[in-house]
């Protein structure tokens, strides 16, 4: 392992801990959130407004970008920074998710995955060894190997199969990784995750873990949880498969993004974060807040010219009433969605900001409990 | 006449002049674009914003804002500049033109206008005091009187039959006004423009023009133009309604804002416009360009990383490249709309302050041609 990741301190009393990961575009700081930017924008903000808001990393997704504008495109416009014009790092998924959620339009066989377009129903096929190329040649600083990720189920059979499937494209993904590096400058050289599946059955989990732990990736993804499942199997299988896994690498929970799971999610160790949420709720309407989560729908907000959170210091918060929001929303104006998402995306930015010093001072565990007994106590209160 | 407005300098050999409106909340070099604020937002664009890029005034309409979210919650807020935030000057529109576009939804006598409401069918009533009063209390800067707008047509009864009642109703809006400045601090006296309208017949026009000189407004705006009606006409009434004008006030001209109909204006001596064009088209995907304009959707753009307009100095322009905004537009991308929108925004921000340079120099008729030959030669090639 070269200095991609350092540990930088570890919380006392949990397994929280604080780290840099380093990449071409940047340091970052660990834990971070990753505001996702789908089809290389983050929904309903300037991107480049996200500098500003400390924002060192966001997603993108190789599924989406792959079908619009396309690889040709993306790589004629000099990558995904050059195209997006983003200039800090940029992690994408493989789109796995994406492409086993497309139920009767995509076969999967031992060399990889067949799937039909959303967008104009033509034929594509992504191999294991394809979505590292991609990857690659749009500039991601950060690459996820191609998964197989399954519905929520207790089936032992499902569950194993797509888990040995999974492992045996991992193999195939560092060779690729490993190809394609030798032919780089070393200083350049390509960032590949790792994805540890097996379902809810913890044997299968703990063998993923640990496969993938043997394996020569530059990091470590659970994938495969928050798929509908009750909140406290979440926690319960990331626990279980977070002990089982190499701690010297960073650890990524795939897709999870509410301030109340983030925290627990720190607790046990995990380094990175993504999620829609954040943006997809400002577009409905909704702001998380230090006493819970909000929804401006609600009538009492129409005579209401408090900022969304007396406590969050956002543009957002700086200039806006809930009722002058409530009015936007209401009235259908995309402002609404702006000025939302700017909020919820300062939110998430402000709220691993703070878990990293309380790292720092080994108080995240209280912390934790605080901000969750506030948090959820007014969630059920007021949304 | 106090110092609301000052003439800086007349072109010689045009009508066209610099101005200076000096309102509550700021002066205002004319001519002046005025974005349309609808309904308390400039739509997809953080009105925030629009300071960076030499916004000095905001339209409102008081139809829409009387209807959502209401003249007491406005009263509630401090005002239409507190409720939405917006530090600089702010001219309303009586929605006169909005009211009378409800057919079959209002019904006019010679006290007013009664309407149903476009969100729950209610029933309401705006008299000519009204709408001065409603717009005094929400804080407008320069108010608009209730006009009667009628759609284009050449019968002389239905014209002079509008032309008379909105004279009537200038004259009790007159009264209103003075009757509040009456109590008012007389340094904060409320501002309120007549309007002239007249149709397409131009002796009723001049009627008007002449009619709405002779009291005592702030400034005459020019209504009813910009109905539909063929542009070569729009201009011939529009001069023939100048020429009849006190040209010591400031003139407006309700609903135009193309780049092109903004210099023809601007030659026959127009001070102030709005429109929701530049704003609208952003949102369906056209840009305004020093070369025509140009609509993204246009396959040739897919490959094209050039800037929307390479003499555009806006954020967009500096950022990003029409490959990038058509990939936003066709992945119906609200980034798409926030980008156009600032692109076109500062086109129209920039193209008037180019011609008080030319008005300043003198230069302003052959500006005027050498732009419009581009423009519009362009235009025909490319759109």
Chains 1, 2 share one sequence.
Request: hydrophobic residues 35%; glycine residues 8%.
């Amino acid at each position: 392992m070269d200095n991609f990741f350092e540990i930088k301190n570890i919380d006392k009393n949990t397994d929280a801990r604080n780290g840099l990961l380093k990449t071409l575009h940047g340091n970052i700081k660990t834990p971070v959130y990753m505001p996702v930017g789908t089809k290389a924008t983050v929904k309903a903000i300037d991107h480049t407004y996200l500098y500003s808001m400390g924002s060192e990393i966001i997603l993108g997704n190789l599924y989406h970008l792959y079908l619009q504008p396309g690889i040709e495109l993306l790589k004629k416009a000099g990558g995904l920074h050059n195209f997006m014009n983003w200039k800090k790092s940029i992690l994408t998924d493989s789109g796995g998710f994406q492409v086993f959620s497309l139920k009767g339009m995509r076969k999967i066989n031992e060399s990889g995955v067949e799937f039909r377009s959303v967008i104009d129903g033509s034929l594509h096929f992504f191999s294991p060894s394809d979505v590292i190329k991609f990857q690659a040649q749009i500039g991601s600083d950060i690459i996820m190997v191609l998964d197989e990720c399954i519905p929520y189920t207790r089936d032992i059979k499902i569950t194993s199969d797509a888990a040995r499937r999974t492992l045996d494209w991992a193999q195939i993904s560092l060779k690729t990784r490993d190809m394609l590096n030798s032919e780089r400058d070393p200083g350049k050289k390509l960032r590949v995750f790792g994805i540890i599946q097996g379902g809810f059955i913890k044997d299968v989990r703990k063998f993923c873990a640990e496969s993938i732990s043997g394996m020569d990736f530059d990091g470590i993804a659970v994938g495969g949880l928050s798929v509908g499942e009750d909140r406290q199997l979440t926690m319960e299988i990331l626990a279980h498969t977070a002990s089982n896994t190499d701690r010297s690498k960073p650890l990524y929970f795939m897709g999870l993004g509410d301030p109340a799971g983030i925290l627990d999610a720190i607790y046990y160790g995990v380094d990175m974060f993504d999620c829609v949420m954040p943006t997809r709720i400002s577009r409905m309407g909704s702001a998380f807040t230090n006493e819970g989560k909000i929804n401006i729908k609600n009538k009492k907000y129409s005579n209401d010219f408090h900022p969304l959170d007396g406590k969050c210091s956002c543009h957002t918060c700086k200039n806006f009433s809930r009722a002058y929001i409530k009015h936007l929303y209401k009235s259908r104006e995309i402002l609404a969605s702006m000025l939302l998402t700017i909020h919820n995306l300062q939110f998430m930015f402000d709220l691993v900001e703070k878990c990293r010093k309380e790292i720092e001072n080994n108080s995240f565990a209280r912390f934790r409990e605080e901000f969750k007994s506030i948090y959820e106590e007014n969630h059920c209160k007021f949304s």
